[in-house]
Nanobody, 129 residues
Framework: QVQLVESGGGLMQAGGSLRLSCAVS????????MGWFRQGPGKEREFVAA????????EYADSVKGRFTISRDNAKNTVYLQMNSVKPEDTAVYYC??????????????????????WGQGTQVTVSS
């Protein structure tokens, strides 16, 4: 069973930076594509960013492109989301998710939440103006 635990959320001012971490246990993440999603107050859960097994492919939502960066450290079984120039509209619970295991297509990434098999509990990010 794959378990994901997010950390790094908090309260911050607009324009600041924050790094979220997702620690994975139970399986090595080198066989999983990883993604970040978020759900703002009164909103549907939405895709934020995804990274392929080896990190060779990344995908971002238009709303965060150029501001957020997803990365992974397979040796530490951890995925990160670096958030820069944050805005009040980035306020949400951020979820980490794992898609896999993927045995062949090492460049695969998905933006749809139903493609992901395992989810963390989420970490709250609140951005004040």
């Amino acid at each position: 069973q794959v378990q994901l635990v997010e950390s790094g959320g908090g309260l911050m001012q607009a324009g600041g930076s924050l790094r979220l971490s997702c620690a994975v246990s139970g399986r090595t993440i080198s066989f999983y594509a990883m993604g970040w999603f978020r759900q703002g107050p009164g909103k549907e859960r939405e895709f934020v960013a995804a990274i392929s097994r080896t990190g060779g492919t990344t995908e971002y939502a238009d709303s965060v492109k150029g501001r957020f960066t997803i990365s992974r450290d397979n040796a530490k079984n951890t995925v990160y989301l670096q958030m820069n120039s944050v805005k009040p509209e980035d306020t949400a619970v951020y979820y980490c998710a794992a898609d896999g295991p993927i045995l062949t297509n090492t460049f695969r990434v998905h933006t749809a939440d139903y493609e992901y098999d395992f989810w963390g509990q989420g970490t709250q990010v609140t951005v004040s103006s």
